[in-house]
Structure formats: C-alpha cells, structure tokens
C-alpha cells in the first residue's frame, strides 16, 4: 500500500510540475497535491494566485437564471470543501504573501468591540438626558 501511495505521489508531483505550479503553493498543507493539480488546471498556478481566489471560485456558487437555481461548480468543488474551509485557506494564502496582516483579522474585531462600547454609552447618555 505505501508503494503505491509513493508512486501516486511522485506521479502527482510530475503532474504538478508540468502543469507549472509553483512550489510555493504547497505552503497551504491542507492542499492535497491532487487540490493542488486541480488548481493548475484551472490557471491557478501560484500561492499568489490562490490567495487573489475568492471562496466561490473554490467551492461554487448558486445562480439564478430565469427564476430557476443552478449550481455553478467551483475549482474545487469536488474535494467538497465547505466554505468556511475554503475562505480559511484563501486567508492563510493572504496572510503568508503579505496581503493582509497576521492579526488584522483580530484588530477587527477589537474594533467592533470599540465601536459596540461607543454606542452603548452614547445610548446611556442619551436615556440619562431624557430622563431629566
């Protein structure tokens, strides 16, 4: 079993390499090579690359035409990655080429927390001056 496994790997790793993919990409480890071999096929050939993808290139998306849903596929679709999964590792591409910030996804919700704190006492302020 581990004989073919290596094989497989080796000839996914070949794959890859004629597709062009760069090896950068293999810095998302939840990728699989056979993901990864998908995404080369589909133009998708650098971690830049993954990073600039948005979730519903990766899983699909629903359209409606003419009052009826279809399904469109994404690139990996088939690996059936939930959405959450699929913006996670686009984040993790994002925050590994630079284009955002380690905790600015933290920064953000300190934020909210901020702008919540404001609002509730601008709303205290407000009942306190009703009340007189």
Known sequence: ANDFLEKENILLEEKRKELGVQDDILEIEELSLKMIIKLGENDVKSLEDFA??????????????????????????????????ANELIMKARKIIGIIEEDSEESFDEETNDDQDEISESNELESNSEDN
Do not use: A, M, N, P
């Open 52 to 85: 600039y993808c948005s979730t519903d290139d990766l899983v699909g998306w629903d359209e409606y035409k003419d009052g009826v849903k279809h399904r469109e596929l994404g690139i990996l679709s088939s690996f059936e990655l939930g959405e959450d999964y």
